[in-house]
């Protein structure tokens, strides 16, 4: 009997799986910072065009993009960071990391908590109402933005990368994987 006669057993067949779901584009990411460090430049703007020329068209306009943006794609940014990109990394096992992780979700709620207190006042001035409080908004607005610059800076110099080195490391292990038969 030769080699080419012996029967060789059968490969076990491996059960298809679902693909690794893909991570966001960090470029979509990286604009929503770009856009929300705008925003908040465009806040601070306006503070101080209220201050020189008060209530007019230019800041009903300012403040409504500023409504916008903090309204609707400000906090889907934040969804989508909750739902793809922190959950691989809270299962890392790197407890460096995994803390960094709930610091930013504890940001993600006090941005949304400080977002809840400017809104209303913001919106006022959106609608043309002068009921607005520009000393509140001149003590809350820094608050709100040290705490975005902060967030902002950890996610893109730490988390992002860790993000994407481990995803990578999961697509490496996959294709050395051998295909199921």
């Given at each position: 009997?030769?080699?080419?006669?012996?029967?060789?057993?059968?490969?076990?067949?491996?059960?298809?799986?679902?693909?690794?779901?893909?991570?966001?584009?960090?470029?979509?990411?990286?604009?929503?910072?770009?856009?929300?460090?705008?925003?908040?430049?465009?806040?601070?703007?306006?503070?101080?065009?209220l201050?020189?020329?008060?209530?007019?068209?230019?800041?009903?306009?300012s403040?409504?993009?500023?409504?916008?943006?903090?309204?609707?794609?400000?906090?889907?940014?934040?969804a989508?960071?909750?739902?793809?990109?922190?959950?691989?990394?809270?299962?890392?096992?790197?407890?460096?990391?995994?803390?960094?992780?709930?610091?930013?979700?504890?940001?993600?709620?006090?941005?949304?908590?400080?977002?809840?207190?400017?809104?209303?006042?913001?919106?006022?001035i959106?609608?043309?109402?002068?009921?607005?409080?520009?000393?509140?908004?001149?003590?809350?607005?820094?608050?709100?933005?040290?705490?975005?610059?902060?967030?902002?800076?950890?996610?893109?110099?730490?988390?992002?990368?860790?993000?994407?080195?481990?995803?990578?490391?999961?697509?490496?292990?996959?294709?050395?994987?051998?295909?199921?038969?």
């Open positions: 009997m030769n080699s080419a006669q012996i029967a060789r057993p059968p490969r076990p067949v491996r059960a298809a799986r679902p693909p690794v779901s893909p991570l966001p584009e960090f470029e979509s990411l990286d604009r929503a910072h770009r856009a929300a460090l705008e925003m908040l430049d465009n806040f601070d703007r306006l503070l101080a065009h201050d020189d020329k008060g209530l007019d068209d230019a800041a009903r306009a403040a409504a993009a500023i409504m916008e943006f903090f309204a609707g794609p400000a906090q889907d940014h934040h989508e960071e909750e739902a793809q990109v922190f959950p691989g990394l809270l299962a890392s096992g790197d407890v460096e990391l995994v803390g960094y992780v709930h610091r930013l979700q504890q940001d993600h709620g006090w941005l949304e908590e400080d977002w809840h207190e400017l809104a209303p006042q913001i919106e006022a959106a609608q043309g109402y002068n009921w607005y409080d520009l000393s509140m908004l001149r003590h809350a607005l820094p608050v709100f933005t040290a705490l975005y610059h902060e967030h902002i800076a950890l996610e893109e110099s730490l988390i992002y990368p860790a993000a994407k080195r481990q995803h990578q490391a999961l697509l490496d292990r996959q294709s050395a994987r051998p295909e199921a038969v």
